[in-house]
């Protein structure tokens, strides 16, 4: 069984500062992980996915994440924050062998910047 | 711009009305999916498909039925909504499994039953 634990459903940062969003996750074999985004009125996009390749992993819009297997974390960050960052943010967990259906979600952070 | 698409974007109904929400992608996808998303919960995978004639339930139980006839077209209906079906309702589709491959999501359907 996988789950996933998004720490803060509501985050701001001031415009030009750095967006940190943190995700742990529980799995019990190695995980592949994601962070999804969603703007207001719509659906969700994928940002970045992390499958056991290099473990700093550079999405889009200048975001990034670093897996680290020691903490079971896969925290999103992007070092200067614009407005059109706000938007909800979702990190999710599979387990290859798991079924391919096998996505678990957290339940989401909303990013507000400050302008 | 979304190759896939839900409509409608928003549905208010009475209880006991038959809905049918429709989604459809251009991707040319076998993997489909329906979750279901209400505020400040996870995401709930409700229905899925791995190609036409294919469906299976989700991790949420739910009222719902779907059908995968054709490989682009993946609709949802409630025989009779209730209340408790208030929700928003996101359609995906993906290249290979969702275990590894990025999901491409519609817009969605807001939901209510009043």
């Known amino acids: 069984a996988q789950s996933v634990t998004q720490l803060g459903s509501h985050v701001s940062v001031s415009e030009g500062a750095l967006v940190l969003l943190r995700c742990n996750y529980s799995?019990?074999?190695?995980?592949?992980l994601f962070w999804y985004v969603q703007y207001p009125n719509q659906g969700l996009q994928l940002l970045l996915k992390?499958?056991?390749?290099?473990?700093l992993v550079k999405g889009i819009n200048g975001f990034e994440a670093e897996f680290k297997k020691s903490e079971t974390s896969f925290h999103l960050t992007k070092p200067s924050a614009h407005m059109s960052d706000a938007a909800e943010y979702f990190c999710?967990?599979?387990?290859?062998?798991?079924?391919?259906?096998?996505?678990?979600f957290g339940k989401g952070t909303k990013l507000s910047v400050i302008p | 711009e979304a190759d896939i698409y839900q409509t409608p974007r928003y549905l208010v109904i009475g209880t006991g009305k038959k809905i049918t929400l429709e989604c459809s992608q251009t991707?040319?996808?076998?993997?489909m999916y329906w979750y279901q998303q209400d505020p400040g919960m996870e995401l709930h995978l409700i229905h899925y498909s791995y190609g036409v004639n294919s469906t299976e339930k989700g991790d949420l139980s739910s009222e719902s039925t779907v059908s995968r006839i054709r490989t682009e077209h993946f609709p949802l209906t409630l025989e009779s909504a209730r209340p408790s079906h208030t929700s928003q309702y996101l359609c995906a589709s993906s290249e290979e499994g969702a275990y590894n491959s990025p999901l491409h999501f519609g817009n969605g359907t807001r939901l209510t039953v009043t």
């Open positions: 991707m040319g996808h076998d993997k």
């Open positions: 992390y499958t056991s390749a290099a473990t």
């Open positions: 999710a967990v599979s387990a290859p062998g798991a079924g391919s259906y096998q996505l678990t």
């Open positions: 799995s019990s074999v190695p995980p592949y």
